[in-house]
């Protein structure tokens, strides 16, 4: 599931990526938006086991990204707003005046596309 917050006085919006909790091991949110780094936004396991990041991005914006998995697994979000041949798009859309049906892509982890990949065990060391 992908949703957006109202951007806030400064234009920006929080962004959430929420993930199944079945899906095992640590998962990092990556893309242009952060240089493709394992490292910079984890996700994180809620009580109930979901794994979930916050981005902050401008609205108006759009990134690219994917799910980086333990195990070097990418994962594709067939919620996201499109794809191309470097992963999911996500655009930022500018305040939508409440419209709760326009912030928030939810159609389940049965959309969920994997690849392996192999990368080294250090992408996912501490």
Avoid: K
């Amino acid at each position: 599931m992908i949703r957006q917050d109202e951007p806030t006085a400064d234009g920006l919006v929080n962004v959430t990526f929420t993930l199944p909790a079945d899906i095992p091991g640590h998962v990092s949110v990556v893309g242009d938006f952060n240089h493709w780094d394992p490292y910079a936004h984890p996700m994180r396991r809620s009580q109930h086991g979901v794994h979930t990041a916050v981005v902050t991005l401008p609205q108006g914006s759009s990134i690219c990204f994917r799910y980086l998995a333990e195990g070097g697994r990418w994962l594709d979000d067939l919620d996201a707003d499109a794809r191309d041949e470097r992963g999911c798009i996500v655009h930022v859309w500018p305040a939508i005046g409440g419209n709760e049906e326009g912030r928030t892509r939810r159609r389940g982890h049965s959309h969920l596309r994997g690849a392996d990949v192999s990368l080294p065990p250090a992408h996912f060391a501490g």
